[in-house]
């Protein structure tokens, strides 16, 4: 019985998790900074994406170095792009860390072949949002040195 309980409990657990990811993934940005991110930092993901969605054969330890090195830039970049902040919001913190989840499921699900395109397209998903609110924080951040005396 306690081994039906903690089971159920993860469950419910990363079921509670993963719907508190995607509610803060919906959020729309007032512009989209993607591609201006994507052309200045050379980002891999979109053309992973794009693989996917024609159906193209998926290299598994190229994609994961892939996902991970443009988490590691996107990551790096959010930390220090506002220096007001100093720290990230709970939703972004959370969001990063359902990555790093998904991330370290990815050698199980492919030695399980389940669900592989699913998790890679997921891991897009949450790079493109991180991509975006980078491009926001950026062109604020640009904008306080710009405009030092003005209230945003």
């Not at 019985?1 to 509670?16: G, K």
């Not at 509610?23 to 050379?42: C, G, M, T, V």
């Not at 359902?98 to 699900?109: D, G, H, Q, T, W």
């Amino acid at each position: 019985m306690p081994f039906i309980v903690l089971v159920f409990s993860t469950a419910l657990f990363f079921f509670y998790l993963q719907a508190i990811c995607e509610k803060a993934l919906r959020r729309e940005f007032s512009h989209p900074y993607l591609q201006d991110i994507i052309k200045a930092i050379q980002l891999e993901f979109p053309r992973l994406r794009a693989g996917l969605a024609e159906s193209a054969s998926m290299e598994y330890s190229e994609t994961r170095l892939a996902l991970k090195c443009d988490f590691m830039a996107l990551e790096y970049l959010l930390k220090s792009s506002d220096r007001a902040r100093r720290h990230l919001s709970r939703p972004e913190k959370l969001l990063m860390l359902y990555f790093r989840f998904l991330l370290f499921s990815m050698p199980l699900r492919h030695a399980l072949k389940l669900h592989e395109r699913e998790s890679v397209l997921k891991l897009t998903t949450l790079l493109q949002y991180f991509a975006n609110l980078t491009g926001e924080r950026l062109s604020v951040s640009s904008l306080h040195s710009a405009l030092p005396g003005y209230q945003f």
